[in-house]
Structures are given as C-alpha cells and as structure tokens.
C-alpha cells in the first residue's frame, strides 16, 4: 500500500472514530453545565487533568512504547503487550498506595478522602484504557482501537444519562460514568486483539528492555507535555478557586472541537512517520503533510471563531457562558500543539525523544512563570494567554531541533502570515464580542471579520485543499 493510501485509510478509519465520540460528547457538555456547579467541575476537570500526567510517568510511557515498537516489531506483540501492562498494573499499585495514605491523612474531610478512593478506580481505569488504545493502534489493529473508542463514548453516554439525570448522582455519577466506560472498552479491546493468547506468550528480554528506555527516555517530553496542558488549571484552582477551574475547564471543550482534527491527523500521521521516517524523500512527503495540516488547523480555528459566540450559548448554562472570551487564545494554543506535536512524532520516529524534551521542556518553564505572572494581572484569561505564548515557544523550538533529521520544504513566509492573521481574528472576536453593548454594530463586525479570515485563509491554502479533494477523488474512482 502506498504511503499516501495508507495515510488516508487511517485517517478515514479515525475520522469516523472521533467524529463519532466527540460529537456525542460535545451533545452532553449542556448537561454537564446545567446538572454539575463549577466548583464540580473543577474538582472533576482537576482529577482529568492530574491523570494526564500520572499514566504516562507512573506507567513510563508505556503506551507509547507499545505504539513505537509494535509497528517495528510486528512479530512480538505478545512480549510487547506483557511488558506494557506489567508497568501499568505496577503504576495502578503506586497510585493505590499513594491515594490511601493520603485518605488516611486527611481524617477529618469525608470528601477528601472520598475524592481519593474513587481516583484509584478512575486512574486503574484510564491507565488500562489508554494502553489498550495505543497498543492496538500499534498492533495496526486501527478497527479494534476506533471499536473501543466508540464503545467508551456510547457507555459514557448512557451512563451519564442514567446517573446524572435519574439517580441525581452529580460529581460522583459523573466519574463513575468514566470509570464504567474506560472499563468495558478496555476488556473489549483485550477480547478483540486477542489478548489471552498474547499475553501468554514468551517474553523478549531484551525487546522487554529496549521498550523500558524508550519510555524512560521520553518522560521528560510526557511531564513537559503535561505542563504545558494542565499546570494552567493547578494555578487557577490554587490562586482563584474551584469556581474559576470549573469555568476554565469548560473553557477548553469548544477548542476540544478543533482538537478533533488534530487528534485525527496525529494518530494517523504518528503510524505513518514510523514506516516512512528513513525513505529518502521524507523531506518532501512530511513537509507536503504539514502544510497540509497547518491550512487545516488554520482555517479550522478560523471557522470556530466565526461560530463562536452561538456554540457558547449552546453549550454553556447558567453561570458558564462567561466563559467563552477565554476560548480564542486557548483555540490558537492549540494549532502550535498540534504543528509541535506533528514535530514530535518525526523525532520520536527517530527515537530522539530528547530533542522533544527540550523543546515541550522550555515551553513548560515559560508556561509556569507565566502563570504565576498573568493570572494575578488578568485572572483566569492570564491563563489562556500564557498557554497560547508557551505553546508558540515550544512550537518554535520544535521546528527548529526538527531539522537535523528532516529539511521540511515548507513556504514560511505564507505560514507566517496565515499566523498573524488568526492571531488578529481571535483578538477581534474578544474585543467587539465583549462589547456588543458598548459599542454598535460590534456584533456585525465581529463575525465580519472572522468570515473575512476564515475566506482569506482558504485561498492561501486552496493548493493544499485541492490536493485533498483529488486524492479522495481519485481514491473513490480506484473503488469503484
């Protein structure tokens, strides 16, 4: 199969995975915020986020190390499945011991100690799911990763409905819904890739070690990561409050629709960097991929900012939908994490995951003095601003550290340009959005401007969109 065959049957395989989960959960981000307070929201948004940073550290990056050598060593994915879920089993046990001495500490908050013990549930849960997830995807098994995918999003979705709207069970019922769905997708995917029987197989010593330093060697990059797209919410809930964490937190599900995107390119792109990291040309072939990703994520921003205001009323209720004017920075964010993720994966193809350290390293660094700065300037919207800044660091950093294993033939001067253009789009949206009542004709103005973006955008990179409609063009033909 040829790389770029490849490339756009994963893509569609992950197209219908996350359109289809995102979309239902995206439907119950109304519900959250009518049935939940902010101050559960933060509490559940601070949970969420604290595991993005425990499974891959605790696990060492197992997950990923199951995805980088299971496309290599296609032969012993039952060696690579022993090894992965020995470190996760092994992490669920620190986070145990952990969780339990602290409930034993803090006698005296009953809801303390309750947060606790349902984080082991939740952590055992997410660390088993996300493994399963990576190890099937790179097992090439992308079926039964998008079945467990789907799977998860349709159990939350009952399971939502069930506890939150039936029994009332509020936080509690919310988390419960994860951990019930992280569950059932996880022993679905194990009966599926044929876990049993892999698992049972010899281990490979030495494949056992090789994959325990790939990991170690990108915690750095993983912790960093993990900086970058949470220490935010820690700085709001200790400097601000619950209240403040809750309205962050739901902040980031409208970026979260621009995330769909990116995840779709990333899980694709990540197996095809593996295979094709050493062809001669992959200047070229990743360099084309990136531009095309790049007008993707631009004009997807674009268009986010011109429905902005209307998807806020939507999705947040009662006191949430305030939150919107922190939305912009935090959509721009995520355009430089996705081009620095894309980065990443060329170097990780190449198991230089300390290039990536540096480069998510630094970023982290600005992101935490930053905070500590903005948020007593400007309160939670200092936050997204310096999630926005240290992304664009760490993006920077990435582009250039990337050029020692591959010469992107990229046009920059365009790229730069499209920048500055989302740049002024997201400051306008906030400005004339926020005063509609001040100022005439703001609103008009507004989506004036971000239609004018959303066009100007799409004919700087119509080359890129054409290309796109003649290799599905030519794809369906093939088929038919």
Same mark, same amino acid.
């Given at each position: 199969?040829?790389? #770029?065959?490849?490339?756009?049957?994963?893509?569609?395989?992950?197209?219908?995975?996350?359109?289809?989960?995102?979309? =239902?959960?995206?439907?119950?981000? $109304?519900?959250?915020?009518?049935?939940? #307070?902010?101050?559960?929201?933060?509490?559940?948004?601070?949970?969420?986020?604290?595991?993005?940073?425990?499974?891959?550290? *605790?696990?060492?990056?197992?997950?990923?190390?199951? *995805?980088?050598?299971?496309?290599?060593?296609?032969?012993?994915?039952?060696?690579?499945?022993?090894?992965?879920?020995?470190?996760?089993?092994?992490?669920?046990? *620190?986070?145990?011991?952990?969780?339990?001495?602290? #409930?034993?500490?803090?006698?005296?908050? $009953?809801?303390?100690?309750?947060?606790? *013990?349902?984080?082991?549930?939740?952590?055992?849960?997410?660390?088993? %799911?996300?493994?399963?997830?990576?190890?099937?995807?790179?097992?090439?098994?992308?079926?039964?990763?998008?079945?467990?995918?789907?799977?998860?999003?349709?159990?939350?979705?009952?399971?939502?409905?069930?506890?939150?709207?039936?029994?009332?069970?509020?936080?509690?019922?919310?988390?419960?819904?994860?951990?019930?769905?992280?569950?059932? #997708?996880?022993?679905?995917?194990?009966?599926?890739?044929?876990?049993?029987?892999?698992?049972?197989?010899?281990?490979?010593?030495?494949?056992?070690?090789?994959?325990?330093?790939?990991? /170690?060697?990108?915690?750095?990059?993983?912790?960093?990561?993990?900086?970058?797209?949470?220490?935010?919410?820690?700085?709001?809930?200790?400097?601000?409050?619950?209240?403040?964490?809750?309205?962050? +937190?739901?902040?980031?599900?409208? $970026?979260?629709?621009?995330?769909?995107?990116?995840?779709?390119?990333?899980?694709?792109?990540?197996?095809?960097?593996?295979?094709?990291?050493?062809?001669?040309?992959?200047?070229?072939?990743?360099?084309?991929?990136?531009?095309? %990703?790049?007008?993707?994520?631009?004009? +997807?921003?674009?268009?986010?900012?011109?429905?902005?205001? $209307?998807?806020?009323?939507?999705?947040?209720?009662?006191?949430?939908?305030?939150?919107?004017?922190?939305?912009?920075?935090?959509?721009?964010?995520?355009?430089?994490?996705?081009?620095?993720?894309?980065?990443?994966?060329?170097?990780?193809?190449?198991?230089?995951?300390?290039?990536?350290?540096?480069?998510?390293?630094?970023?982290?660094?600005?992101?935490?003095?930053?905070?500590?700065?903005?948020?007593?300037?400007?309160?939670?919207?200092?936050?997204?601003?310096?999630?926005?800044?240290?992304?664009?660091?760490?993006?920077?950093?990435?582009?250039?550290?990337?050029?020692?294993?591959?010469?992107?033939?990229?046009?920059?001067? /365009?790229?730069?340009?499209?920048?500055?253009?989302? =740049? =002024?789009?997201?400051?306008?949206?906030? %400005?004339?959005?926020?005063?509609?009542?001040?100022? !005439? +004709?703001?609103?008009?103005?507004?989506?004036?401007?971000?239609?004018?973006?959303?066009?100007?955008?799409? =004919?700087?990179?119509? !080359?890129?969109?054409?290309?796109?409609?003649?290799?599905?063009?030519?794809?369906?033909?093939?088929?038919?």
């Amino acid at each position: 199969m040829s790389r #770029s065959r490849y490339l756009l049957k994963n893509m569609s395989l992950f197209t219908i995975s996350n359109m289809a989960s995102k979309i =239902l959960v995206f439907l119950l981000v $109304p519900l959250y915020t009518n049935v939940l #307070s902010e101050a559960d929201y933060g509490v559940a948004d601070v949970m969420q986020t604290t595991l993005l940073l425990l499974v891959p550290f *605790l696990s060492m990056n197992a997950g990923e190390a199951a *995805l980088r050598y299971g496309i290599e060593c296609s032969d012993k994915r039952g060696s690579i499945l022993r090894s992965g879920m020995r470190h996760v089993l092994r992490s669920v046990g *620190l986070v145990a011991a952990g969780c339990v001495s602290l #409930s034993l500490i803090f006698t005296g908050r $009953p809801e303390l100690r309750g947060y606790f *013990l349902v984080f082991i549930l939740l952590y055992a849960a997410d660390a088993v %799911y996300e493994f399963m997830l990576l190890y099937t995807q790179g097992s090439e098994k992308v079926e039964i990763m998008i079945s467990g995918s789907i799977c998860c999003t349709f159990v939350t979705v009952i399971s939502n409905i069930v506890l939150l709207l039936v029994f009332k069970a509020g936080l509690y019922g919310y988390l419960f819904s994860q951990i019930a769905a992280f569950c059932i #997708s996880s022993v679905l995917m194990f009966v599926l890739v044929g876990g049993g029987k892999l698992i049972k197989s010899s281990e490979d010593a030495g494949l056992k070690d090789e994959m325990t330093v790939y990991g /170690r060697g990108m915690l750095l990059y993983s912790t960093a990561s993990w900086a970058n797209n949470a220490i935010d919410r820690y700085f709001i809930l200790f400097m601000l409050g619950a209240v403040q964490n809750g309205l962050y +937190g739901v902040a980031y599900k409208i $970026p979260a629709i621009l995330m769909v995107c990116q995840r779709i390119f990333a899980q694709s792109f990540q197996m095809s960097a593996t295979k094709e990291y050493r062809e001669e040309d992959s200047g070229r072939f990743f360099g084309e991929l990136y531009e095309l %990703y790049n007008a993707v994520m631009l004009v +997807g921003c674009a268009m986010i900012l011109l429905c902005l205001k $209307p998807l806020a009323y939507f999705m947040f209720r009662k006191g949430f939908y305030g939150a919107w004017i922190m939305v912009p920075p935090l959509l721009i964010s995520v355009i430089f994490g996705a081009l620095e993720g894309y980065l990443g994966s060329i170097c990780l193809a190449h198991k230089d995951g300390k290039s990536m350290g540096i480069a998510t390293g630094v970023g982290a660094l600005v992101n935490i003095i930053l905070n500590f700065v903005a948020i007593r300037m400007f309160g939670a919207m200092g936050a997204a601003f310096a999630t926005m800044i240290s992304y664009f660091t760490m993006f920077a950093i990435a582009r250039y550290l990337t050029g020692k294993h591959v010469a992107l033939e990229v046009n920059i001067i /365009r790229n730069a340009i499209g920048y500055v253009l989302i =740049l =002024l789009a997201g400051g306008l949206t906030m %400005y004339l959005g926020s005063r509609g009542e001040d100022m !005439k +004709g703001a609103a008009a103005m507004m989506y004036a401007a971000d239609a004018l973006t959303v066009a100007v955008l799409a =004919l700087m990179y119509r !080359k890129q969109f054409a290309y796109v409609v003649r290799r599905i063009t030519k794809r369906g033909s093939a088929e038919g």
